[in-house]
């Protein structure tokens, strides 16, 4: 059995702080969701995946994770991405508190 | 209390100087993610879903002040100045930085405290009653117990790769406040001719797989007790099951091989081992014993508890409900309630801290509970003293009266922080305790559990009400279970029916509410004992039909 790709984003934690990262168009990472490249081809999102799964020296646990494009740049299509890219909903904590949401 | 021995010190300097070092490599690329995550497991740091999780031990739940002051520095150093307290009597600091760990491990270390086995497939922080050695109706102060199988369980070499976790709960208390039928093993101190000894829980947990503990040995005498547990981890190292995590854990074992087969097994393995130890359990528990006699009570009167009791509703209200009864005359065991209507259940600043911490030292023997109900007990508090310590606690926002009522909630961290979550707890939690907060003297005595995965960290199955959170089709719903018991009489709630969404779970436990409220026989008659009586069909009925729940469809 095949399951539909949907569009999605590569993110991770980063090694250091254990924050939440994402892979942006130029190769780099990002502490902003829309920062972050949306992938609509599912090889260019696996190979992207496997590019970001090597640099081990400064990440952890990259993933697919569903987005779709809003007007500011891709945005998180599952509530769990949503909290990752915001911070949890007790506390101001997190990239909410940074102005990165 | 217990106080750390040189060999402790010694092992914690070697073990925290090794754990700087892989967190070195890891950083250097010496190590990958792969090689590195067991190791910070074996260490008690996570990764969760925004920050690393720093998870530390505290065994059986007992804290010093000076303990309690350096968990309010590190939370203030390295945190962001609070921790949060959970179900297994641990402390959790959410937003640590990698590099920070070895620094906070060594602080932990200062005050004889680690993150050790809070994680991995070994004998996790060995819970406790938390009213053990203060509680009226307690036989014996259960810790030195405990204390031993802490330290004969720390770096047990051949225990360290059990097939899954492994979780034991004592009591020494025929009111079992520590769930103990709900562990691997579950310890209840009895006495038999006089002698003490213990009843003896295999096999109960939560989790995806809920099973009530069954009776291995009804009395194991106190000096058989280590060789006993340690039998009975040998025959699950051997014979629990490694092909599939989730079907890993002793209940599984038990449910195959049957209660009598385990039972066989384990006293065969017990008859080789109980030798072997040629006394030397014995000997460190009578010195524990040493180190857990009771402290120096005073001996004062308690006139100026009495009258403030007479004259102070608010201190009234208090002692009525954060108050029990301690065997020593004049003295009281308090329950500092976590759980402020509104607030995120388990949590305290590092300033509350440091007033608990104070008050333990001023007024309570310097001693310190965490309850795996997420609360702070001082054990030892001398009557004529409550009114001050209620003063206190009330100026740093400590003096909620809820212990055992409706808004004192268990809840996981959930998805706000946790990575296996599938849907919220907190927040569940916070508007649950907002809504009931006027009428929850009325409506008595009440255990809402809420858990935000499968993994029942928040113990809903045993809640009298409990709410497990799930994602149903990308969308956060919530089901309810009924009639749960934690106690001596512990039973797993029952499925009420179809979840709720998020914006209807609330509203639903208030429906709960209110078809107890109109279903009672006068307000002695506790929610469960209403459940009891009438079963679960007019609570089914508040829930979906009578108010028209579209869900119910």
Redesign the interface.
């Known amino acids: 059995m095949t399951t539909r790709f949907t569009p999605s984003v590569v993110t991770a934690n980063d090694l250091f702080e254990g924050d939440v990262i994402y892979l942006t168009d130029a190769g780099t990472w990002s502490r902003l969701h829309a920062e972050a490249a949306l992938f609509t081809d599912p090889q260019a999102a696996d190979a992207a995946l496997e590019q970001a799964s090597a640099q081990s020296d400064r990440l952890v646990g990259a993933y697919l994770a569903p987005a779709r494009m809003g007007p500011n740049g891709p945005e998180p299509a599952h509530f769990r991405e949503a909290f990752r890219a915001r911070g949890p909903s007790n506390y101001a904590h997190g990239k909410q508190a940074e102005g990165l949401c | 209390m217990y106080a750390y021995s040189d060999f402790d010190h010694a092992f914690l300097k070697t073990r925290n100087a090794q754990f700087r070092a892989q967190i070195a490599r ?2 250097a ?1 010496h190590l ?2 792969d090689e590195f995550k067991p190791l910070r497991l074996m260490n008690g740091l996570y ?6 999780m720093l998870r530390v031990a505290i065994p059986y739940g007992t804290l010093n002040s000076r303990q309690m002051h350096q968990l309010a520095m590190i939370a203030e150093r390295w945190d ?1 100045g609070y921790g949060h307290f959970t179900t297994r009597q641990n402390i959790q600091f ?6 920070d760990v070895p620094d906070m491990l060594d602080a932990l270390a200062e005050v004889g405290m680690h993150a050790i086995q809070t994680s991995g497939n070994c004998v996790r922080n060995v819970t406790a009653d938390h009213f053990a050695g203060a509680a009226a109706d307690e036989i014996a102060d259960p810790r030195p117990v405990a204390e031993l199988l802490r330290q004969w369980s720390t770096d047990h070499p051949e225990f360290q790769f059990l097939p899954r976790k492994f979780k034991i709960a004592i009591t020494g208390s025929p009111n079992d406040r520590a769930v103990t039928r709900a562990h691997d093993i579950g310890l209840r101190m009895v006495l038999r001719d006089g002698a003490r000894g213990f009843e003896v829980i295999v096999g109960g947990g939560l989790g995806r797989t809920p099973v009530i503990g069954k009776v291995l040995a009804e009395f194991i005498p106190e000096a058989d007790l280590l060789p006993y547990i340690e039998a009975i981890l040998s025959v699950y190292n051997s014979f629990g099951r490694r092909d599939n995590k989730y079907k890993a854990r002793i209940k599984i074992m038990v449910n195959e091989l049957g209660i009598e087969e385990v039972r066989a097994r384990v006293a065969a393995r017990f008859a080789l081992l109980r030798d072997e130890w040629q006394g030397a359990d014995g000997a460190i528990l009578n010195d524990l014993r040493r180190a857990f006699a009771p402290p120096a009570f005073r001996v004062a009167p308690t006139d100026a508890f009495d009258a403030a009791y007479a004259s102070d509703p608010v201190f009234r209200a208090f002692v009525d409900t954060n108050i029990t009864a301690h065997w020593q005359d004049g003295y009281a065991i308090v329950s500092i309630s976590l759980k402020a209507h509104g607030a ?1 259940p388990g949590d305290a600043t590092a300033d509350q801290m440091r007033v608990m911490a104070d008050l333990a030292a001023r007024y309570g023997h310097d001693e310190l509970r965490i309850s795996h109900e997420q609360n702070v007990i001082l054990p030892h508090v001398h009557k004529s003293d409550l009114p001050a310590v209620h003063a206190a606690l009330r100026a740093a926002g400590l003096a909620t009266a809820n212990i055992g009522l409706a808004s004192d909630i268990i809840a996981c961290p959930g ?3 946790c990575a296996l979550a599938t849907a ?1 707890s ?2 569940v939690a ?1 508007e649950i305790a907002r809504v009931v907060e006027a009428r929850e003297h009325d409506i008595g005595g009440l255990k809402i559990k809420i858990s935000g995965c499968i993994n029942a960290c928040g113990h809903h199955h045993v809640g009298h009400i409990g709410i497990l959170g799930l ?1 149903r089709a ?3 719903n919530y089901q309810i279970t009924l009639g749960g018991d934690a106690t001596e009489t512990a039973a797993l709630g029952e499925r009420a029916g179809p979840g709720f969404a998020y914006d209807q779970i609330v509203p639903a436990i208030e429906r709960l509410i209110d078809a107890y409220l109109d279903l009672r026989e006068g307000d002695d008659e506790t929610f469960i004992d209403t459940f009891r009586r009438l079963g679960a069909q007019p609570f089914k009925d508040a829930l979906y039909l009578t108010q028209g729940h579209a869900d119910a469809a």
């Open positions: 890891r950083i690329g990958t993610e990764l969760q879903l925004h920050a690393y962001k959410n937003w640590p930085r990698l590099n995120t998805m706000d922080y919220r907190i927040p916070q994602d990308g969308v956060e």
